[in-house]
């Protein structure tokens, strides 16, 4: 078994896989509006709710529940309503997309809290999809869906085995790939970013490995005017989705 917590993730799973929680427990005590309005909602899915008192529920889970605490089956927990995709579907999806895309890849993004940050931002940029490697990378947990405030439960997420080869079959769908590199010699808004695309960020500290950047079309980075080099991967990839957007919309 395992939680989902927190006022947004909660509610983003109650309304796109309302069936996959097997019982919603409340703070005892607690009857604000937003708690009040999340509870009507399940029972508007059906979804059984129990009151616990606070203490019980810090019991629960690591973070701040704020007062709603989901028990999922942990064979659902990923699987919240149609985005959990495999390579497959991505492809499919992309050969069918009537629109150029716009996808974040995550090469070794290990802290969940940062996987959760980038599906917030990939989520408001209007993303295609997230795609993460398999092994070696922050997965879908109870911590990532609470910093993504409801992302993790609708942007498409795709895990993939072979990152290199995805990138591949990427390029193949006319997908230009722009990888995120301290040492590139070109700023991102010297590129034009408005057909599809693939933006890789790398892993904290590390960046890209090796094989990912023998991957990527473009190498690119954003200027660093003080003395800090480089920004959390969370923050670097909200910025660049967005000089995408702002580039689309221009």
């Known amino acids: 078994m395992e939680v989902v917590y927190g006022i947004h993730a909660v509610d983003s799973l109650l309304r796109h896989n309302p069936k996959s929680i097997r019982v919603l427990r409340a703070q005892q005590g607690r009857e604000d509006k937003r708690l009040a309005g999340l509870l009507e909602l399940a029972r508007q899915q059906g979804v059984r709710v129990e009151r616990e008192p606070r203490r019980e529920l810090d019991q629960r889970v690591d973070g701040r529940h704020q007062g709603v605490v989901a028990e999922v089956a942990a064979s659902d927990t990923g699987a919240s309503g149609d985005n959990l995709w495999d390579e497959a579907r991505l492809l499919r999806e992309l050969d069918t997309l009537g629109a150029p895309a716009l996808l974040?890849?995550?090469?070794?993004?290990?802290?969940?809290?940062?996987?959760?940050?980038?599906?917030?931002?990939?989520?408001?940029?209007?993303?295609?999809?997230?795609?993460?490697?398999?092994?070696?990378?922050?997965?879908?947990?109870?911590?990532?869906?609470?910093?993504?405030?409801?992302?993790?439960?609708?942007?498409?997420?795709?895990?993939?085995?072979?990152?290199?080869?995805?990138?591949?079959?990427?390029?193949?769908?006319?997908?230009?790939?722009?990888?995120?590199?301290?040492?590139?010699?070109?700023?991102?808004?010297?590129?034009?970013?408005?057909?599809?695309?693939?933006?890789?960020?790398?892993?904290?500290?590390?960046?890209?490995?090796?094989?990912?950047?023998?991957?990527?079309?473009?190498?690119?980075?954003?200027?660093?005017?003080?003395?800090?080099?480089?920004?959390?991967?969370?923050?670097?990839?909200?910025?660049?989705?967005?000089?995408?957007?702002?580039?689309?919309?221009?």
């Open 104 to 250: 974040l890849v995550l090469d070794g993004v290990t802290d969940p809290h940062n996987l959760g940050a980038c599906l917030r931002s990939a989520d408001a940029a209007g993303a295609t999809a997230v795609i993460v490697p398999k092994d070696k990378a922050a997965d879908l947990n109870p911590t990532s869906r609470k910093v993504a405030c409801g992302a993790a439960e609708v942007v498409p997420f795709v895990r993939v085995t072979n990152l290199a080869r995805t990138l591949e079959a990427l390029k193949e769908r006319g997908v230009w790939i722009y990888g995120t590199a301290g040492e590139a010699e070109e700023h991102i808004y010297a590129r034009d970013l408005t057909g599809s695309l693939a933006l890789v960020m790398g892993a904290e500290g590390k960046g890209l490995r090796r094989l990912t950047r023998e991957h990527c079309d473009f190498l690119i980075k954003l200027p660093m005017a003080g003395s800090v080099s480089s920004l959390n991967v969370s923050v670097a990839t909200g910025i660049c989705l967005f000089e995408v957007v702002r580039q689309r919309c221009g």
